[in-house]
């Protein structure tokens, strides 16, 4: 019995050992590019609200 429960135990920390909550770097790699990518299309977004906000305000000069 002794025999088969420290078999278990042996078993139970090999399944935690395997279950590696670690990210691969190709993972890593996409996280960045994708967050790269998010701060590239916020930036636009900034500048084109920019831009409308400059040719209302102008509209509103002109007028």
Known sequence: MKKVMFLMAV???FSFAACNNAATEEE???TVIAEEMV???VEEVVDSAAVAVEEAVEAV???
């Open 28 to 30: 890593a790699v996409d």
């Open 39 to 41: 701060e590239e299309t």
């Open 11 to 13: 078993a139970g920390m």
């Open 61 to 63: 000069v002109a007028e």
